[in-house]
């Protein structure tokens, strides 16, 4: 029953995805025409993690580069699918040497692999030549890939947090050329899995026997369950600006902050901070 749940959790999420996009409308105009964007931006990512199946510690790193990539069509509807990337490595003492097989070893910081998938869908629900509001549907896709390393031994785990839920968006247009924006999502439905609270337990042993990377991500997503607002808390939120610097180039700069809080099977507690700067090719 997991199984047929999660197929269909993933069908609708991708089924939206590839949803036939309208074109847009120019800034400040009630008449839609043509325009699409495509952007790129590398910067800096800040986490601060606290995940008690493994540790009690709370865990921070500055790391960089932080990437993102992202599309966007504007039309009766207004459609944006984006995908960021960012790595963390946390050192909570300094590292010493130890020994095994006879071999003088190194320990080395724990590493955390952060990625989401995010697509929103939404309508102009506000309009004048210097502002716009907009709001809708959001998809986002959550997966933490854990590495946690104590010297000799060390723990593998995951997270994985796919939600359907609502976003809102608020559009200033400083000028012709000058856009500033800010929003906010949060998922109201979610499909959870994380590492179970022995981290090598009987299940997760069996789910990576096979020793095949996405037969054993599939098992890992399988393990999970339905959640709504009560077991996992979400937000994402972000403030962009852009400059058109020409008819198909512009530049810009994102803040992006995010939150995760659930309690099963124990507490995650997770912030990131995300700056970038952008380049934006309109066609």
Aim: hydrophobic share 40%.
């Amino acid at each position: 029953m997991k199984l047929y749940l999660l197929l269909l959790y993933l069908f609708a999420f991708t089924g939206t995805l590839l949803a036939q996009t309208e074109l847009s409308d120019e800034p400040g105009q009630k008449h839609f025409s043509p325009k699409h964007s495509l952007e790129l931006g590398f910067g800096f990512g800040h986490l601060v993690n606290q995940d008690l199946v493994f540790s009690p510690f709370i865990h921070r790193d500055l790391a960089f580069p932080s990437a993102m990539i992202g599309y966007e069509a504007q039309g009766r509807l207004i459609h944006k699918i984006s995908l960021r990337y960012a790595s963390f490595c946390t050192v909570l003492n300094e590292s010493y040497e130890y020994f095994e097989d006879g071999e003088e070893e190194t320990t080395t910081p724990h590493s955390f692999t952060n990625i989401n998938l995010g697509y929103n869908a939404g309508l102009p629900l506000h309009l004048t030549e210097k502002h716009r509001m907009i709001g809708g549907l959001s998809l986002s896709w959550d997966i933490h890939s854990l590495n946690y390393s104590y010297g000799r031994i060390g723990s593998v785990g995951y997270y994985s947090g796919t939600g359907i839920g609502v976003f809102g968006k608020y559009e200033w247009f400083l000028s012709e050329s000058t856009k500033v924006s800010a929003n906010i999502q949060i998922p109201l439905v979610s499909w959870i899995a994380r590492s179970p609270y022995l981290v090598n337990d009987d299940e997760f042993i069996e789910n990576i026997s096979s020793h095949k990377g996405i037969p054993t991500f599939i098992d890992f997503l399988g393990d999970g369950r339905l959640v709504t607002l009560n077991r996992l808390q979400r937000l994402s939120t972000a403030i962009e600006g852009s400059h058109i610097l020409s008819n198909h180039w512009a530049v810009g700069g994102e803040w992006s902050f995010g939150f995760i809080h659930t309690s099963r099977p124990r507490n995650l507690v997770s912030y990131q901070n995300t700056l970038v700067g952008k380049v934006i090719y309109v066609f």
